[in-house]
């Protein structure tokens, strides 16, 4: 069973639209979670990290719900360049560099 | 600040040749760096983790004689695929983070490697 399982998409959605990214994660004592942007044929570059209250960074909202083990990310307003391949990450360390372990990457396309 | 380089970004060889790819931090200094490959439409799988003056821990699965990792200093780290083979042909990304950074990791922009 992996660590961290995404629903692969793609998701193709109109510039505008709003858009809702899943995740589930395995091990419960995971403790920082993060969601990550990667574009094709470029490195994992992060979007926000994740926290247990929910957190809000411009047009993207992140939510975590400890008890399901489940982490979203919810896209207001998409913009053309939000196309790209989004990575939800679980690690198991908070306060000290953890391992990371990455989903697949659920993938995005925003057409105008 | 947390830059991450790679060297090179992108190398094709030859069948059974070995391939040497640089992790370098620029501006901060990294106890720890990270080791993932990445596979077509695939995750990043951790290779292996690489600690500065130890030896690397190697993720089940991964070949340590053949991935050989070394941490030298606080801002390099290198990986070099021996006797590469077609199969090996992947992204290699690494990753540092900052010291007290909690996790916080910083990537490379990875190196495509192909082998013919």
């Not at chain 2, 600040?1 to 040749?17: D, E, L, N, W």
């Amino acid at each position: 069973r992996k660590e961290v399982e995404q629903d692969p998409g793609p998701f193709n959605v109109p510039e505008g639209a709003t858009v809702a990214f899943n995740c589930t994660y395995s091990n419960s004592a995971s403790q920082s979670f993060f969601w990550y942007r990667q574009d094709c044929r470029k490195e994992p570059k992060l979007l926000m990290s994740v926290y247990s209250s929910g957190n809000e960074d411009g047009r993207f909202t992140a939510q975590l719900n400890r008890a399901s083990q489940y982490i979203s990310l919810l896209i207001r307003d998409s913009k053309l360049s939000d196309s790209a391949t989004y990575l939800c990450v679980a690690t198991d360390r908070g306060s000290t560099l953890g391992r990371l372990y990455f989903g697949r990457g659920t993938q995005l396309t925003v057409w105008p | 600040g947390a830059v991450v380089s790679q060297h090179p970004s992108r190398v094709i060889c030859k069948s059974g040749t070995s391939v040497k790819i640089e992790c370098r931090s620029l501006d901060f200094q990294a106890t720890t760096m990270f080791w993932y490959r990445q596979f077509p439409k695939q995750s990043l799988m951790l290779m292996a983790t690489s600690n500065e003056g130890s030896k690397a821990t190697y993720e089940q699965g991964v070949e340590k004689d053949k991935f050989l990792i070394n941490h030298a200093s606080l801002t390099l780290s290198t990986l070099t695929v021996t006797s590469a083979h077609p199969e090996d042909s992947s992204f290699y990304i690494c990753s540092a983070g900052l010291a007290g950074g909690g996790d916080t990791q910083y990537f490379g922009p990875g190196t495509r490697l192909t082998v013919l």
